[in-house]
């Protein structure tokens, strides 16, 4: 029995409900957007196109504008010029329809766009933004306050002009958009900034860290952030880690990476420990890391906030634990390729980051000089 579809205040915009799946207590609901072509044998018939679920932050609004802009498209033909009458809304609708399922940041390209972007450029027609125009808004950005109160950082603002620059290229191949990308970087002067700061834990911190996770009265936050330290995987990994993906025998993690491939770490002593505590507790829950209602935690921040200061480290994010493992394993003189392993790395250049110099060995090694001075004084006198 195929699916109810159930129309809405919107003229071609429909939705079904699923019998499995949930969302703020409600059925999770499933948008489409319908319309009538003209098939090869002159008959007319409904195309139901998939939009996206109430889950994933789809909303009856969200899908008639994509609806708006397909039609437009339709109507004009793609032989002509889109950027004569289409919006950059409407363009980067189209965008994140395309790619939202794909791409792995595209959370944060969503919120940019609403924040940010959408804001300055959204009601434009795409012509009529240029490169000036562009840069305009990037100069602005980098004057602009962040929601934490910090001027944002050269780094963060060009991540706004890729998001503008990816719709434009998407457009120009997709869509026939025929002039030059007004985000292309050829066009644009950008601050220049060195974003390569790797932040470690000394043996000191290490100790202080685990002290206080030892004694921490949140015992699963406790062995989250221990397994973190230990293994350093991606903090999004643990979040919705699974006892499906954990195997007993051979102590590995199997799991989706980023990218979507999938992926295999190897667990040390301490991350078993750690598995094998939450193992005790005896939850029926599907997840390692479980909530008071059972479910995966969703943001420890506030949690790590805490952790952080009794622990006594400052200017230390959470995610500088999965920096912090792999600089430790170049500290122990682990092989390159091994890193990579160990930290699923695809590109070598990403693990290369982490092979900074130790400033312990440096001054061990110019501390050789000196003694090798001295002793040479001692053998004279």
């Given at each position: 029995?195929?699916?109810?579809?159930?129309?809405?205040?919107?003229?071609?915009?429909?939705?079904?409900?699923?019998?499995?799946?949930?969302?703020?207590?409600?059925?999770?609901?499933?948008?489409?957007?319908?319309?009538?072509?003209?098939?090869?044998?002159?008959?007319?018939?409904?195309?139901?196109?998939?939009?996206?679920?109430?889950?994933?932050?789809?909303?009856?609004?969200?899908?008639?504008?994509?609806?708006?802009?397909?039609?437009?498209?339709?109507?004009?033909?793609?032989?002509?010029?889109?950027?004569?009458?289409?919006?950059?809304?409407?363009?980067?609708?189209?965008?994140?329809?395309?790619?939202?399922?794909?791409?792995?940041?595209?959370?944060?390209?969503?919120?940019?766009?609403?924040?940010?972007?959408?804001?300055?450029?959204?009601?434009?027609?795409?012509?009529?933004?240029?490169?000036?125009?562009?840069?305009?808004?990037?100069?602005?950005?980098?004057?602009?306050?962040t929601r934490n109160g910090k001027i944002m950082a050269p780094a963060t603002a060009e991540h706004h002009?890729?998001?503008?620059?990816?719709?434009?290229?998407?457009?120009?191949?997709?869509?026939?958009?025929?002039?030059?990308?007004?985000?292309?970087?050829?066009?644009?002067?950008?601050?220049?900034?060195?974003?390569?700061?790797?932040?470690?834990?000394?043996?000191?911190?290490?100790?202080?860290?685990?002290?206080?996770?030892?004694?921490?009265?949140?015992?699963?936050?406790?062995?989250?952030?221990?397994?973190?330290?230990?293994?350093?995987?991606?903090?999004?990994?643990?979040?919705?880690?699974?006892?499906?993906?954990?195997d007993t025998h051979l102590w590995t993690i199997q799991f989706t990476n980023k990218d979507s491939s999938?992926?295999?770490?190897?667990?040390?002593?301490?991350?078993?420990?750690?598995?094998?505590?939450?193992?005790?507790?005896?939850?029926?829950?599907?997840?390692?890391?479980?909530?008071?209602?059972?479910?995966?935690?969703?943001?420890?921040?506030?949690?790590?906030?805490?952790?952080?200061?009794?622990?006594?480290?400052?200017?230390?994010?959470?995610?500088?634990?999965?920096?912090?493992?792999?600089?430790?394993?170049?500290?122990?003189?682990?092989?390159?390729?091994?890193?990579?392993?160990?930290?699923?790395?695809?590109?070598?250049?990403?693990?290369?980051?982490?092979?900074?110099?130790?400033?312990?060995?440096?001054?061990?090694?110019?501390?050789?000089?000196?003694?090798?001075?001295?002793?040479?004084?001692?053998?004279?006198?």
């Amino acid at each position: 029995m195929g699916v109810k579809f159930i129309t809405t205040n919107y003229p071609g915009v429909v939705y079904y409900e699923s019998a499995k799946k949930t969302h703020n207590s409600k059925p999770d609901r499933c948008y489409y957007f319908s319309e009538k072509r003209k098939t090869v044998d002159g008959k007319y018939k409904t195309f139901r196109t998939k939009i996206g679920w109430a889950s994933e932050g789809v909303t009856i609004a969200y899908a008639n504008e994509i609806r708006s802009a397909n039609m437009k498209l339709r109507k004009h033909g793609i032989t002509k010029d889109i950027g004569a009458f289409m919006t950059f809304r409407e363009a980067a609708e189209l965008y994140l329809r395309d790619f939202a399922n794909g791409k792995s940041s595209i959370k944060a390209d969503i919120s940019r766009l609403s924040y940010r972007i959408l804001p300055e450029f959204g009601d434009k027609i795409l012509n009529e933004i240029t490169a000036a125009r562009v840069q305009q808004f990037y100069n602005k950005l980098l004057k602009s306050p962040t929601r934490n109160g910090k001027i944002m950082a050269p780094a963060t603002a060009e991540h706004h002009i890729k998001i503008i620059r990816q719709i434009f290229n998407y457009l120009k191949y997709q869509h026939n958009f025929l002039k030059n990308n007004p985000a292309d970087f050829h066009y644009l002067k950008l601050a220049k900034y060195d974003n390569t700061l790797i932040r470690y834990l000394n043996d000191k911190q290490t100790d202080a860290l685990l002290n206080v996770l030892a004694e921490y009265k949140n015992k699963t936050i406790a062995n989250m952030i221990t397994l973190y330290l230990h293994t350093g995987m991606r903090k999004s990994v643990i979040l919705n880690l699974t006892w499906s993906q954990i195997d007993t025998h051979l102590w590995t993690i199997q799991f989706t990476n980023k990218d979507s491939s999938l992926d295999t770490i190897v667990l040390n002593s301490a991350a078993q420990t750690v598995l094998a505590e939450q193992m005790a507790n005896g939850s029926d829950s599907e997840f390692v890391f479980t909530s008071k209602n059972d479910k995966n935690w969703v943001n420890i921040s506030k949690h790590w906030k805490k952790i952080k200061e009794m622990a006594g480290l400052t200017n230390f994010r959470l995610h500088d634990l999965r920096h912090n493992f792999a600089t430790q394993l170049h500290f122990n003189q682990t092989e390159m390729r091994d890193i990579m392993a160990l930290m699923t790395h695809k590109d070598a250049k990403t693990t290369l980051k982490y092979t900074h110099v130790n400033p312990a060995r440096l001054r061990e090694m110019s501390e050789l000089i000196v003694k090798k001075r001295i002793d040479k004084q001692d053998k004279s006198n």
